[in-house]
């Protein structure tokens, strides 16, 4: 069992859809990043939480320590917003452990 | 633009050979890491450096090795190259100035080609 799971590994939804992607992990953490990467490669960080609740624009990130669950929530789906998103639990100061990915999709 | 450059973009070459990834952290940051993205594998850290020094060390291979410089730039050397090492490889950075936990501004990876 990896230490960092996410659900679905794939998503296709229509354009403005909410979509929600869910992060658990077993392993003991000080934060948690949620990444984005394009279909060229590139990663980008959208968040790092330790706690409650963050918004970006149409992105929101939620964390329950206690519970050991994220998840990452996109109001509004746009096509530009399909990606692969990865969660990664920091360990220690900064020891990032990576979930597996969920590749979304958002048709037009 | 992240700020943080790597080079090359692209590397193709032989099983057996040896070849050395670069990575320029943004400005100011003192820590770099070293991923690498494999098909099979996903996402996995391989080490960590601060000011210098190894910080961390993850799934790294005794036949990869890594340092920081003084001017901080950061290199990767992958030795005695073998089909799997075939993979993207990111380094990021991050400021490391209070400790703990830190957003890590990504490269945008230089892609293995091992043939």
């Known amino acids: 069992k990896n230490e960092v799971e996410q659900s679905p590994q794939n998503l296709t939804a229509q354009e403005g859809e909410f979509i929600t992607i869910n992060c658990s992990y077993s392993?003991?953490?000080?934060?948690l990043h949620w990444l984005q990467q394009h279909p060229g490669g590139g990663i980008v960080s959208l968040f790092m939480?330790?706690?409650g609740k963050k918004k970006h624009g149409r992105l929101i990130a939620t964390i329950n320590i206690q519970e050991k669950h994220s998840s990452l929530h996109i109001t509004a789906s746009h096509p530009r917003d399909s990606a692969v998103y990865i969660c990664?639990?920091?360990?220690?100061?900064?020891?990032?452990?990576f979930g597996q990915g969920t590749r979304l999709t958002i048709n037009p | 633009d992240s700020g943080v450059t790597q080079t090359p973009k692209h590397l193709i070459t032989a099983t057996g050979q040896r070849v050395t990834l670069r990575c320029s952290p943004r400005?100011?940051?003192?820590?770099v890491y070293w991923y690498q993205q494999s098909l099979d594998q996903g996402l996995q850290f391989l080490i960590q450096?601060?000011?210098?020094?190894?910080?961390a060390k993850g799934n790294i291979l005794e036949r990869f090795s890594a340092q920081q410089f003084p001017d901080l730039h950061s290199e990767l050397n992958l030795s005695s190259l073998e089909l799997g090492d075939s993979a993207l490889y990111f380094c990021?950075?991050?400021?490391?100035?209070?400790?703990?936990?830190?957003?890590?501004?990504f490269g945008p990876g230089t892609r293995l080609l091992v043939l």
């Open positions: 400005s100011g940051d003192l820590s």
């Open positions: 450096y601060y000011n210098g020094e190894e910080r």
């Open positions: 392993v003991g953490i000080s934060a």
């Open positions: 990664a639990a920091i360990q220690g100061a900064q020891k990032l452990v």
């Open positions: 939480l330790s706690s």
């Open positions: 990021a950075s991050s400021p490391q100035i209070a400790g703990g936990a830190e957003t890590q501004y």
